[in-house]
C-alpha cells in the first residue's frame, strides 16, 4: 500500500520511462515503477535509512543532498523527475523546480498545502503554526522551512513560464473529496502538480 | 577442488570462518602483460571460505588493496592474535556471509605473500625475479583472477567486490568481462589516481629506491633488504590512510615522556606509532612488490583510451553496482567515488552510492561501522535474492 500521493503519481508516469526521484524514500515508488510499468531510473537521498531501504528492495539510490542541486546530471537526460514532499524543505525550492526541468522536460512535484482548511483553523482560529498528518513537526524542529500553498506554487508556475499538465490533491489517505477538487486551496491537503517547459 | 578450509574453532568468536588454510594454483599457459612482456608460468595462492553450491552461483571475488593479501578471514593458527585483514566484513553473519557465499581471495601477481613476483623463482634465469619481475597492472591482476576462476569452475562471480586498490580490479573486472560479474561492490576507491596521489606513491618509491640497501632491486642478492627506504614509504603511506582527525584523537600532540628533550629522538606519540608501523612493516613486506603496487595504481586509468570518458570506459558493464566512501577519506575522497557514480548514472548502468560518516579516513573500508555494514550487507542480501542462493540452499539439505 502506497502513500496516498505516490499513487497518482505511479499513473502519471508512462511505461518505461526514465526518471529520477528526489527524496525517493525507502524507494517503494520506483521499485512499482520499476516492475509494473518497465520504468528505469535513480533516486536520490539523504535519509540513511532510506537509502539502506532503497538497497534492500534492489531500488538504484544515490546518496546525495538536494540542496546541492543537480549540477550531475545532463540537460535532457531524464523523462521525469519526481520530488515528493521535499519541495518545502530546499533551501531554494525555485531553483529546484529550474533544476528539475532542466534534466527532464516534465516534474512531478508534491507538498504540504499550507492553506489547507485544517491548517489554517491552527493557524487562524487557535493561533497556534499548524502541526498535522501532512506537517508533523514542531515549529522549532520542522525540517520544513519554505512552506507554500496550492496557489503559491501556481503563481510560481506562471511566474516561470511553466506548463500545468494535470493538478490534484490528496486529502488523508484519500485521493481528494469533490470539495478538494473544486476548492483545492482550501481543502487539499497534499498539493500535487504535474509541470512541463513551454 | 577446494570445498571449504573452515573449520570449527574453540574459542574464537562465533561470526568467524575459524581456521582457514591457503591453497596454490600453478598456471603454465603464459600470461602476455599490459607492458608487453610475458610471465611463462606462475601461480597465485588463495584462500577460500563458505561452500561452494552445487550451481557454482555463490562466488565472490575478494580483490585486495595496496599492501592485502589472500589471507582475509579467519586465522591460520590456534595461536594467531589477529584475523584476517577483512574478517569485519566476511563470515557468518557478517556483510559478506559466508553461510551462504563461497569466498575467494587471492595474492596478486607481483605480490610478496605467496604468488608469483619478484620474491620468486625466476625459470630463465635461475635467479630470484627480483627487479626483473614485469610490471604488472590492474588488468593483467584481472586477466590472472579470470584464470583462477576457471581453475575452481567459477564461471560468473556473485559479486567481485574490493576496497581502494582492489575496488579498482573490480571495476576492471566489470568493464572486461562484464558477462562474468553479477555484482560489483567498489569502496573507497577512484576511478584513477589523481595528481597528489601519484606524489606521495613518487615519494614512497624515492624513498625505497634511494636507500642504499636497495642495490637497484637486487638487495636479496646482497642479503639485505631496504629497510629504511620501505620503512620511510610505509609512513608517508599510513599518514594518508589515516584523518586529520583520527591522528588527533588517536595521539594528539601527546608525549611519550613529560618533558620536551630538544633532540630528534621520538618525542610525539605520533613519531612512535608511525616509526612502529614503518619497522614493521620494513621486515614483513618486499620492496619491489611496493614498488610494482604503486606503479599499478598509478597506471589506472580506464577513461584515458576512451578520450577521458569513464561513462564510454564503463559501457561494457552489466551487473548492479555499489559505490561506498568514506567522509574523512582524503586519499581517495568521497568526490572521486562521485565521479565513478557520475559516469555510471551518465551510461545509464544500476548503481546505488552511500557516503558512509566515519573519522577513520581511508582505512574506514577495513573497519566495522553499523551504517557502513547495513548498507554492504543490505546490497549482498539482495544479490543473493536475486541469484536465489538461498532457495538453491534450502533446496540441496532435505
Not at chain 1, 528526489?22 to 532510506?50: F, M, Q, R, W
Not at chain 1, 539502506?52 to 537526460?77: K, M, Q
Not at chain 2, 567459477?154 to 572486461?176: F, H, P, R, Y
Not at chain 2, 551518465?346 to 577495513?366: E, T
Amino acid at each position: 500500500m502506497m502513500r496516498a500521493d505516490l499513487e497518482l503519481i505511479y499513473d502519471w508516469v508512462p511505461e518505461g520511462a526514465h526518471v529520477l526521484d528526489l527524496a525517493c524514500g525507502d524507494g517503494v515508488l520506483l521499485e512499482a515503477l520499476a516492475k509494473h510499468k518497465g520504468v528505469s531510473g535513480y533516486g536520490l537521498e539523504i535519509d540513511h535509512d532510506g537509502i539502506t531501504g532503497c538497497i534492500a528492495r534492489g531500488v538504484n539510490v544515490i546518496e546525495h543532498n538536494l540542496d546541492d542541486g543537480l549540477g550531475s546530471f545532463c540537460d535532457n537526460s531524464y523523462d521525469q523527475v519526481i520530488m515528493t514532499q521535499a519541495l518545502q524543505a530546499l533551501r531554494r525550492p525555485d531553483k529546484m523546480l529550474d533544476e528539475m526541468l532542466r534534466v527532464a522536460e516534465e516534474g512531478i512535484i508534491t507538498f504540504p498545502n499550507f492553506a489547507y482548511w485544517r491548517h489554517r483553523v491552527h493557524l487562524g482560529l487557535r493561533g497556534y503554526m499548524p502541526v498535522s498528518k501532512s506537517l508533523p513537526h514542531a515549529w522549532y524542529d520542522t525540517p520544513n522551512i519554505h512552506l507554500s500553498t496550492f496557489n503559491d506554487f501556481e503563481h510560481l508556475c506562471r511566474d516561470k513560464g511553466l506548463m500545468i499538465v494535470d493538478r490534484a490533491v490528496g486529502v488523508g489517505d484519500h485521493r481528494g473529496h469533490w470539495t478538494s477538487r473544486l476548492w483545492p486551496n482550501l481543502f487539499g491537503e497534499i498539493a500535487i502538480f504535474r509541470v512541463r517547459r513551454r | 577442488m577446494p570445498d571449504s578450509d573452515t573449520l570449527a574453532f574453540a574459542d574464537r568468536p562465533t561470526d568467524t570462518v575459524g581456521l582457514v588454510t591457503p591453497h596454490v594454483a600453478k598456471f603454465d599457459t603464459p600470461l602476455s602483460l599490459a607492458c608487453g612482456k610475458v610471465l611463462p608460468e606462475y601461480e597465485l595462492i588463495y584462500e577460500t571460505y563458505g561452500t561452494l553450491n552445487a550451481e557454482r552461483s555463490n562466488a565472490v571475488l575478494i580483490c585486495h588493496a595496496l599492501s592485502g593479501h589472500h589471507h582475509a578471514a579467519g586465522y591460520h593458527s590456534e595461536e594467531d592474535r589477529k584475523p584476517g585483514w577483512w574478517d569485519a566484513h566476511i563470515g557468518p553473519g557478517k556483510p559478506i556471509d559466508t553461510n551462504r557465499f563461497f569466498v575467494v581471495s587471492l595474492n596478486n601477481l607481483g605480490g610478496c605473500h605467496g604468488s608469483t613476483g619478484p620474491v620468486s623463482h625466476n625459470p630463465e634465469t635461475g635467479r630470484q625475479w627480483g627487479p626483473d619481475f614485469p610490471m604488472v597492472t590492474v588488468s593483467d591482476w584481472v586477466a590472472s583472477q579470470a584464470r583462477l576462476a576457471d581453475h575452481l569452475g567459477i564461471a560468473k562471480w556473485a559479486a567481485a567486490v574490493g576496497g581502494s586498490l582492489g575496488g579498482m580490479q573490480v571495476l576492471q573486472w566489470t568493464m572486461v568481462y562484464p558477462d562474468r560479474v553479477a555484482n560489483a561492490v567498489v569502496i573507497a576507491a577512484t576511478p584513477r589516481l589523481s595528481a597528489q596521489n601519484i606524489a606521495f606513491n613518487e615519494v614512497a618509491r624515492q624513498a625505497i629506491r634511494s636507500d642504499p640497501d636497495f642495490f637497484e632491486g637486487w638487495y636479496a642478492e646482497h642479503d639485505t633488504v631496504p629497510k629504511r627506504g620501505l620503512k620511510l614509504a610505509r609512513m608517508v603511506g599510513h599518514i594518508t590512510y589515516l584523518s586529520e582527525d583520527a591522528m588527533g584523537s588517536k595521539f594528539g600532540r601527546d608525549l611519550r615522556s613529560n618533558d620536551l628533550n630538544f633532540g630528534f629522538g621520538v618525542e610525539f606519540q605520533v613519531e612512535s606509532y608511525l616509526r612502529y608501523q614503518g619497522d614493521t612493516f620494513s621486515t614483513a613486506f618486499d620492496a619491489n612488490t611496493y614498488l610494482l603496487m604503486t606503479k599499478a595504481l598509478d597506471y589506472f586509468d580506464p577513461a584515458a583510451t576512451q578520450g577521458g570518458d569513464l561513462a564510454h570506459a564503463l559501457a561494457p558493464a552489466q551487473c548492479p553496482f555499489l559505490i561506498v566512501s568514506f567522509t574523512t577519506d582524503w586519499r581517495f575522497p568521497p568526490p572521486r567515488s562521485r565521479e565513478l557514480v557520475d559516469a555510471l548514472t551518465r551510461a545509464g548502468k544500476s548503481v546505488s552510492y552511500a557516503n558512509i560518516d566515519s573519522p577513520h579516513g581511508h582505512d574506514a573500508f577495513l573497519l566495522p561501522e553499523p551504517r557502513y555494514d547495513a548498507v554492504f550487507g543490505a546490497f549482498m542480501n539482495r544479490a543473493a535474492r536475486d541469484l536465489k542462493l538461498d532457495q538453491a540452499a534450502a533446496e540441496e539439505t532435505p
